[in-house]
């Protein structure tokens, strides 16, 4: 099973950037698709951000400010995250998943904290 791993989170203020990143141990070239997903506490994990080969898809509330990408050469994927605000705070998650067959698997997560 692939071991993904998060980076780039941290503590920034109200309209500032991070840009998060998923490396992937192993060639990530037979995932169909890779998302990032947040869940901030006492919430559900949600969807962020997908990318299906060269299709991008985003939540409602990031759309416009947020940025994803992947370099199958690296085995990464990244999430440029522009305009950043408070309701942004985090743990976010990096995810594969292939159709067929199935197979999926999540990083442990890193934490983004947007201060006022």
């Known amino acids: 099973q692939v071991h993904l791993v998060e980076s780039g989170g941290g503590l920034v203020q109200a309209g500032g950037s991070l840009r998060l990143s998923c490396a992937a141990s192993?060639?990530?070239?037979?995932?169909?698709?890779m998302g990032w997903y947040r869940q901030a506490p006492g919430k559900q994990r949600e969807l962020v951000a997908t990318i299906t080969w060269g299709s991008t898809n985003y939540s409602d509330s990031v759309k416009g400010r947020f940025t994803i990408s992947r370099d199958n050469a690296k085995n990464t994927v990244y999430l440029q995250m522009n305009s950043l605000k408070p309701e942004d705070t985090a743990v976010y998650y990096c995810?594969?998943?292939?159709?067929?067959?199935?197979?999926?698997?999540w990083g442990q997560g890193t934490q983004v904290t947007v201060s006022p």
């Open positions: 995810n594969v998943l292939r159709y067929i067959p199935r197979e999926s698997s």
């Open positions: 192993e060639n990530i070239f037979r995932f169909n698709t």
